[in-house]
């Protein structure tokens, strides 16, 4: 399943770029962790997700598995919980527009288990609701 | 047919008190002390590499009790046997997963612990690392063998059996038209009200397992348990309880269970329960057979077909659970309703990454008549004839029957012509067909289909022997016993599983009859116990047979007890036994009313014994075993078999329209006519027919497993994979078109597998009234969505 969005920001790239490319600000900037831990170019955490009427908690893993300063980011992530299993793979893109930053991402996500069956159903509204977190949460670090 | 004093009355069916008043006895409300529970965790990939299972965590957690692993079963059980010879007979089969999950569902681990809950949370903390493999889920892929499902076999083909009679060649030949066609039939479930389930206990002194299940034929799959088990049939107690809530053929494959259970009763010394929830019934509970068809079919102008050749793969999952025994079971109705004879069929039995299938009510025949009922149409539509001509050309006429087919099958009567005259007159065929015209004018999609259905019922087991002819199994066999016990009251014991068929009723009324008392004077037995009830080995309700096997084992018994009373009453009233009957329970000589009561009788039978004629054995009991001549009971070399004895059939048609702008299909009118023979009691067997044209609405409409490229199932629930209510059912109408059955022993057929009728119907329909659009339509079932994106795809482009 392929998930994309842009969004314009008030910040020039150099700045975004600092801040995502340093994995712990990525990682405070997820709802709900529970437990974080640094691991070899990335991140483990236990991660608490509310899918519709479901409630469970994934231990997932993050790798930086490309880093091209200052445009483009390669994020692999796998999560395990409520029986089911997804994997990630989130590309990140930034582009400068004058005194403002495009950034562009597109997540490959893949789900399989019970989860995969009412995951289809609900899986946009939850994406859309992370990733809203994350900008309004990367905004106020930028600050 | 008016005879008969209680057969054929629609006397109110017992059965029914007991589910609607709450007093139904279930599986899962059989109690045990200090039973322990059991949860699955499954498979969550089609197919992958079991490389660690870490359960650490798992045992840790409160009132978890113990952790199996699939890897440890090979330490414990056989795998199951197989019914062909190798190489597919060295297929390996066990309950669990051992080295990889080949399909999504698959029990990897079972957790037990002191409840279902905790057992059920415990599944959380097992941590199993996979390698996840590239599933095959397409049949046609699947036989070209690049991705196995079973290394140890070599092959994904299970097997490959080929009919041919007459000369197809020379008729295709003579042919005025060659049609090539494809045709699918879809992967659905039954979705019974209660799930599978079975419950087990260890009895260490005498080496003995109890096993409490709501299978259907308890004692076929014994022989399954038992060689999984490693002990003689002889250790193994199979009980299931008064009451089974639906099966339609899927509680056959439970067994799976039955024998984790059984193994971890012995290693616990604890009863082991375990009910399916409704997600892991509507994932493995059991499927119907996916198949594809591609049919070649040579037609005369008139309509008339000459020969037709086809090549069918049947899509069996990734374990021949009861499989492949559908790679033969659809040639009860090679030929369909017709009367063709230059016929050739070739049958790729064939695994795939999906789960294992089960008999779904129709079980095999349902996608054989699928493909018979869609190319009547499309022969109609190419030769711009009407589809009610073709059939009518091609019927078997009345005249012909008792009917030989080609392969040897003995159709027991019916009169399909005039039952589809009946059919046309009640669902005003001609009228709709000219408010399709005028709907058409107004942009409304109407479309009028029609399709019948073999329900071939009181299988005959030799068929396997087609697929190897050492297989000892052949036949079918069904066990009664009655008695009048020293009360007066009059008891009976069948073999039979009731999971919804009334077979209180419907037997009573069948021993009333022979035995001249009240229906309501006669206690079933309900439940099946092995050690304490009757039974033959192919005992249970599956094939559609009990109108028939019951009724023939029931009747063999009543017989004998009412000569055994008769020769009693002869002796006490001093009358010769011809001059004698029993009515409304009392023996009356008809020569001089001289008479004595049966519960007298009984008294002097069981108590009273002097009394007897010294060449009589005390009490009042018979049994007897009843076994139907198949008049062709083996397969020969070219697979000439009479492999059911009974066909019942039914016609179905339907007028549609599909919604210009949702893409729903609204079924305006359904008419079904039967043929079921003599029935024993039409309320039964019409809740019978009603019921199986609800699951073909379904399965058309609503039910259809969609799997993602893992081969994971995306609908195992019912908020998307729906069950048809009653209320959507509302337009339809049954009639009756009798005609007695030929084979069996008061003239009844099986019913309760029609289900097929409405699956063709609907699909013909929905492609008669998007005609104008000339849509083709190729699966056995519709989704609004995509019939949406047929009707309005010219405005979607622009």
Known sequence: MILKGDQILDYKIDKIWQFIVNTDNLAKCLPNVKKLEKIENGFSAKIEVTIGFLKGTFDSKFTYSEVKEPNYLKINGEAKGMGSFVKLSLQINLSQEIDKTKFSWVADVSITGPLASIGNRYINDVAEKIVNDLFSCMLSNLK | ?798
């Open chain 2, 1 to 798: 047919m008016n005879e008969y004093k209680w057969i054929g009355k629609p006397i109110k069916i017992k059965d029914d008190y007991y589910p609607v008043t709450g007093k139904a006895t279930y599986l899962d409300d059989i109690e045990l002390p200090n039973t322990a529970y059991v949860a699955f965790l499954r498979s969550p990939y089609g197919h992958a590499k079991i490389k660690k299972i870490d359960y650490s965590k798992a045992l840790q957690r409160k009132g978890v009790i113990y952790v199996l692993t699939g890897k440890e079963l090979p330490n414990y059980l056989s795998p199951y046997p197989q019914i062909p010879k190798p190489p597919a007979g060295n297929l390996v089969d066990y309950p669990m997963a051992v080295e990889k999950v080949r399909y999504y569902g698959e029990p990897v681990v079972a957790v037990v612990a002191e409840d279902k809950y905790t057992a059920e949370d415990a599944l959380e903390d097992i941590d199993i690392e996979y390698e996840v493999l590239k599933p095959v889920l397409d049949v046609e892929e699947a036989v070209k063998n690049e991705i196995l499902v079973h290394e140890e076999i070599g092959t994904n083909i299970i097997w490959i059996g080929e009919w041919n009679y007459g000369d197809v060649e020379k008729a295709l030949k003579e042919a005025d038209l060659v049609i090539e066609d494809k045709f699918i039939f879809h992967r659905y479930t039954a979705a019974p009200l209660e799930t599978a389930g079975a419950m087990a206990v260890y009895d260490g002194i005498n080496d003995v397992y109890t096993i409490y299940s709501n299978n259907i034929m308890p004692m076929f799959t014994l022989p399954l348990i038992c060689t999984a088990l490693r002990v003689p049939p002889s250790k193994v107690r199979m009980i299931t309880p008064p009451n089974i809530g639906g099966s339609f053929g899927t509680k056959i494959i439970n067994y799976t269970y039955m024998t984790v259970l059984a193994l971890l009763a012995r290693l616990l010394k604890r009863p082991i329960k375990y009910v399916e929830t409704r997600t892991e019934n509507i994932t493995n509970g059991g499927h119907s057979n996916g198949r594809t068809f591609y049919v070649k079919v040579g037609v005369k102008k008139d309509g008339e077909i000459t020969g037709i050749s086809v090549t069918a793969y049947d899509d069996i999952g990734a374990y021949p659970r009861y499989e492949p025994a559908g790679a033969v079971v659809w040639s009860q109705v090679l030929h369909g309703m017709y009367r063709v004879k230059n016929i050739k069929i070739t049958f790729y039995s064939v695994l795939t990454n999906k789960p294992p299938t089960s008999p779904v009510r129709g079980y095999s025949r349902i996608q054989h008549n699928f493909m018979w009922e869609r190319l009547m149409d499309r022969i109609a539509k190419k030769l711009g004839l009407d589809p009610v001509e073709v059939r009518l050309k091609n019927y078997i006429r009345p005249e012909e029957m008792p009917y030989e087919g080609p392969s040897g099958v003995i159709y027991d009567g019916g009169n399909y012509i005039e039952a589809l005259k009946l059919l046309l007159k009640y669902l005003e065929y001609d009228k709709w067909r000219e408010l399709q015209k005028e709907y058409r004018k107004q942009g409304r999609y109407i479309g009028i289909g029609i399709s019948g259905v073999i329900d071939s019922g009181a299988n005959n087991f030799a068929q396997v022997k087609m697929i190897n002819k050492d297989f000892p199994v052949s036949g079918n066999s069904e066990a009664a016993l009655i008695m009048v016990d020293p009360g007066g009251d009059i008891i009976v014991r069948v073999g039979t599983t009731d999971s919804g068929q009334s077979h209180d009723t419907t037997f009573s009324q069948v021993v009333a009859e022979i035995l001249g008392v009240n229906p309501e004077d006669i206690k079933i037995i309900r439940g099946f116990d092995s050690w304490s009830n009757v039974w033959a080995i192919h005992s249970g309700s599956y094939a559609s047979r009990n109108a028939v096997m019951a009724t023939g084992a029931l009747i063999g018994a009543a017989r004998r007890l009412k000569e055994k009373i008769l020769k009693i009453a002869s002796f006490l009233l001093k009358e010769d036994e011809s001059n004698l009957d029993i009515n409304n329970g009392v023996i009356v000589s008809k020569v001089t009313g001289r008479s004595i009561s049966l519960r007298d009788l009984a008294t002097i039978a069981w108590t009273d014994v002097n009394l007897l004629p010294g060449d009589i054995e005390p009490g009042l009991v018979s049994f007897y075993i009843y076994r139907p001549d198949f008049r062709r009971n083996l397969p020969d070399e070219n697979k000439r078999i009479n492999n059911t004895l009974t066909y019942s059939y039914e016609l179905h048609g339907v007028v549609i329209e599909v919604d210009k702008d949702t893409g729903m299909v609204k079924i305006l009118k359904q008419v079904v006519i039967g043929d079921p023979g003599i029935m024993i009691n039409p309320l039964v067997v019409e809740g019978q027919e009603i019921g199986a044209a609800m699951h073909g609405n379904e399965a058309a409409l609503n039910f259809r497993v969609y799997f993602d490229e893992n081969g994971a199932i995306l609908n195992p629930n019912f908020l998307n994979y729906t069950p048809m209510t009653i209320d959507r059912m509302s337009n339809l109408e049954l009639y009756h078109y009798i005609t007695p059955s030929t084979s069996s022993p008061v003239g009844a057929r099986g019913v309760g597998e029609g289900g097929g009728g409405p699956i063709a119907a609907i699909i013909n329909a929905v492609e008669d009234a998007l005609e104008p659009l000339g849509v083709k339509l190729i699966m056995s079932n519709v989704v609004s969505e995509e019939l949406w994106k047929e009707v309005n795809k010219n405005d979607i482009k622009g």
